[in-house]
């Protein structure tokens, strides 16, 4: 009972441990919201509809990850706020045109004949990407000047929001039977997530201001020009990596098969990525304090990574032998593949709560470039396993083959992260 009063008081004292437990617990209360609907949605929508959900999410998830140079991410880091609300003005310019340039593009491919192979109904709902991407990238841009400011609150609460509206929506929208609900939800959360945000922002102490002026703002561009050139593409290299499943499955296989693969991966990576963005930012804290101070970081970081192996490895296991028979409960009788791709999924999974907890550990000992080409390598096997599957017209050894090349992959960069630390920790001996 002592040391538990003593946590508490040691939060209730620590202005960053309320503010890090504060938005840990909205994200995990955010990744709830689905996870309860999902029993209800998955009865009420085809399989079909979840997969061309699945392909307008990943495209938007592409152009969003490009969509403000990644000068959210810079918002918070200079000492002048000029600086700052120069960089909030050059996103929203750029979220501006990327969202502009979405309109002509999908109009001249469909005017020029070209399919985009996602049978119509897809289609025609490319074009409201112009308005969910712009949406996306004014919500990044509003959380990086409310963490430059510590509006702590505002960041939860778009993420609740937005999570809670989703899950609403495509639960009313099902139960009125409204075609194409799923799609129409996911438009309606991002536009009055957006709104919410924005209201809130603004009645804030301190609102971003826009601007007109051209020459500071570009000045002020080019001195974080780091942001586009290197954060910029290794998001967007992330994201279609991440979805790369999803761009090829499009063009070979129904949206029923899409469909059951992207609730698979949901289901399993959705608790994963909360956890990864959890502990990366603790442990990457605690790493650069250790190696200030002169401490070594390797018997922390193993300690880390063998607990983690103690308590996932063995109910892995038994959830790889369950997971067909859970899903079917959970979801409906229609989800049986959903099953089997979750079951080849689970080891990555698990590998990939480590690598992701520790991927900040390239940035700390300056290794930002090898850790691009690896994964530069690791897409390009990730495509040939996939491509494998495709050509024998067999969704399972592709799903399989992916699987196991990612879990490698992982395996191979917690290997090298390994060998990163314990190499800083002799070079300060």
């Not at 080019?222 to 586009?228: D, E, K, L």
């Amino acid at each position: 009972m002592i040391p538990f009063r003593g946590l508490l008081l040691k939060i209730r004292n620590s202005e960053l441990l309320k503010n890090v437990l504060y938005l840990l617990s909205s994200n995990g209360l955010a990744q709830l919201f689905p996870f309860l609907v999902y029993p209800f949605i998955s009865r009420l929508y085809s399989t079909d509809a979840f997969g061309q959900l699945a392909i307008i999410v990943s495209i938007h998830s592409l152009l969003a990850s490009i969509s403000t140079g990644k000068y959210d991410q810079a918002i918070a880091i200079p000492k002048n706020n000029d600086q700052a609300i120069h960089l909030f003005n050059i996103g929203a310019r750029i979220a501006l045109g990327v969202s502009f340039l979405i309109l002509p593009v999908v109009f001249l491919v469909k005017q020029m004949g070209t399919s985009f192979s996602f049978g119509s109904q897809v289609n025609n709902w490319f074009f409201v990407l112009a308005i969910t991407v712009f949406s996306t990238s004014c919500l990044q841009l509003i959380n990086g000047w409310s963490l430059r400011h510590k509006m702590f609150t505002i960041i939860a609460g778009s993420t609740l929001v937005l999570s809670l509206l989703t899950s609403v929506l495509k639960l009313a929208f099902g139960f009125l039977n409204v075609r194409d609900g799923l799609l129409i939800a996911f438009v309606a959360a991002q536009v009055l997530t957006i709104v919410y945000t924005s209201l809130r922002v603004r009645r804030s102490p301190n609102p971003p201001v826009f601007e007109t002026r051209t020459e500071a703002a570009l000045e002020t561009a080019v001195i974080y020009s780091g942001f586009p050139k290197f954060y910029m593409i290794n998001a967007l290299l992330n994201t279609f990596s991440s979805n790369l499943p999803i761009y090829m499955f499009a063009f070979y296989f129904s949206n029923d098969i899409i469909g059951q693969f992207s609730v698979a991966l949901a289901l399993l990576f959705t608790p994963v990525n909360a956890f990864c963005n959890s502990f990366n930012q603790v442990l990457m804290k605690k790493t650069l304090e250790m190696r200030q101070s002169g401490v070594p970081v390797w018997p922390f970081i193993r300690k880390f990574i063998n607990k983690i192996l103690s308590f996932s490895v063995l109910p892995g296991i038994v959830l790889m032998v369950l997971i067909p028979w859970i899903i079917g409960i959970y979801l409906g009788d229609q989800w049986t593949d959903a099953g089997h791709f979750s079951r080849f999924l689970i080891p990555y999974a698990i590998g990939a709560m480590m690598s992701g907890s520790l991927g900040f550990v390239p940035n700390v000992y300056g290794r930002q470039l090898t850790s691009l080409l690896i994964y530069l390598v690791y897409l390009a096997f990730r495509i040939a396993a996939l491509s494998a599957g495709i050509l024998m017209d067999n969704v399972y050894l592709s799903v399989g083959l992916y699987a196991l090349i990612s879990l490698l992959a992982v395996s191979y960069q917690v290997f090298w992260y390994r060998n990163l630390i314990i190499k800083g920790d002799k070079d300060l001996n």
